[in-house]
C-alpha cells in the first residue's frame, strides 16, 4: 500500500544514522534532504515540508538525545514528534448514538464510505441507520442500497426525489430510533454554490454530532484548498482519507489536516466495507518510521 513506498524512503533516510556515534551535522543534514524528498514525493504539502525539515534539522542538532538512545533513536523520536504535530493524534471517535453528515467531492469514495462507516459502528454493537441524501449522482440511490442491505442496515432514500433537505428531514423521522444516523451528500466535481447552499440547509435541518470530509488519498496538492472550503461551509470535524491502498501520493490529503485543525478520523484501504480503519497517528507513523 501506498504509505509503504513513503515508509521505505523514511527508513531509508534514518537509516544512514545507524552506527553513527554522535549527531554530526553533515549526516543531519543528508538525512533531512531525503526525509524532505520523501515527503515531497509523497505530496505533502511544500510549505509543511520546509518548516517541519528545518525543524527536524535543528533540533536533532540542538536538544539533548535521551538518556541512552543512539543517534538514529534521537532523530526518529524527533521525526515522529513532527509527524505528529502535522497529522494530529487523530479523532476521538465516541461509541454512542450520534448524527454523522459526509461531505466530499464526486468520485472521493463518500458512498463507499457511508457503508463503511455503519459497517464500523455495527461491529462496535451499535445499530446505524442511513439517509441517501446524494440526489445528484445518477445511481447514488441504488448503489448505498445495494450496499446497506448487504450489511443488513437500514436505509432511507427517495429515488427521484430533487429536494435532498426534504429526504434528510423525512429520512430522521424514519431512522429515529437508530444509534448512529449516516447521511450520505451529494458531491459534485468543484465545490459550487448551489452544493455549498445545500450542504449548509442539511447541516442546519440535521445538526450533527460529526462532519466528516471525505478525500481521496490520491488528491494531491489541492487537498488544503478544498478543505479549506468544505470546512468554512460545514465546519468540518473529522476527514476520511479513502484509496491509501491505491496510490503513493497519500501526503497530500494528510496535510489537509494541518490546513483546517480537523484530525484524520478514519482511512480507506480497499473496495469492501471492511477495508476501514480508525486512524491511530500512532500506529501509522510508527508503521512509517519502521
Ligand atoms: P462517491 O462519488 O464519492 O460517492 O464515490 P464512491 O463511493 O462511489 O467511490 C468511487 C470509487 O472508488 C468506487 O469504485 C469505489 O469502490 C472506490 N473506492 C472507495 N473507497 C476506496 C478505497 O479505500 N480503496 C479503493 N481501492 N477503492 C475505493
Do not use: W
Request: hydrophobic share 40%; with cysteine; net charge neutral.
Amino acid at each position: 500500500m501506498v504509505m509503504d513506498k513513503l515508509g521505505d524512503s523514511l527508513q531509508g533516510a534514518l537509516r544512514k544514522l545507524i552506527g553513527a556515534n554522535r549527531i554530526d551535522e553533515n549526516v543531519v543534514n543528508e538525512v533531512v534532504k531525503d526525509i524532505q524528498r520523501a515527503l515531497l514525493t509523497s505530496d505533502v504539502n511544500v510549505k509543511l515540508v520546509m518548516d517541519m525539515s528545518k525543524r527536524i534539522k535543528d533540533r536533532s542538532l540542538k536538544e539533548e538525545p535521551e538518556k541512552g538512545a543512539d543517534p538514529r533513536e534521537h532523530v526518529v523520536r524527533i521525526v515522529y514528534q513532527e509527524m505528529i504535530g502535522i497529522m494530529g493524534k487523530g479523532a476521538n471517535i465516541e461509541l454512542k448514538p450520534q448524527t454523522i453528515m459526509m461531505v466530499g467531492l464526486q468520485g472521493s469514495g463518500k458512498t463507499t464510505s457511508v457503508a463503511k462507516l455503519a459497517r464500523f459502528f455495527q461491529k462496535k454493537g451499535l445499530k446505524p441507520a442511513v439517509i441517501g441524501a446524494d440526489n445528484f449522482r445518477p445511481g447514488a440511490y441504488q448503489q448505498l442500497k445495494i450496499l446497506c442491505d448487504k450489511l443488513n442496515v437500514h436505509f432511507y432514500g427517495e429515488e427521484g426525489e430533487q429536494d435532498a433537505v426534504g429526504i434528510v428531514e423525512r429520512g430522521l423521522k424514519d431512522i429515529e430510533k437508530y444509534d448512529v444516523k449516516i447521511i450520505d451528500t451529494a458531491g459534485r466535481h468543484a465545490l459550487e454554490a448551489d452544493l455549498i447552499a445545500e450542504m449548509e440547509a442539511i447541516n442546519n435541518k440535521a445538526k450533527p454530532d460529526q462532519k466528516f470530509l471525505v478525500l481521496d488519498a490520491a488528491i494531491g496538492q489541492q487537498a488544503g484548498v478544498q478543505a479549506k472550503a468544505f470546512n468554512d461551509s460545514v465546519g468540518v470535524t473529522g476527514i476520511i482519507i479513502t484509496k491509501l491502498d491505491g496510490t503513493a501520493k497519500g501526503g497530500g490529503a494528510m496535510s489537509a489536516v494541518a490546513e483546517i485543525n480537523a484530525p484524520i478520523a478514519f482511512i480507506g484501504t480497499g473496495e469492501t466495507p471492511d477495508d476501514f480503519e480508525k486512524f491511530d497517528a500512532d500506529r501509522f507513523i510508527s508503521r512509517l518510521l519502521g
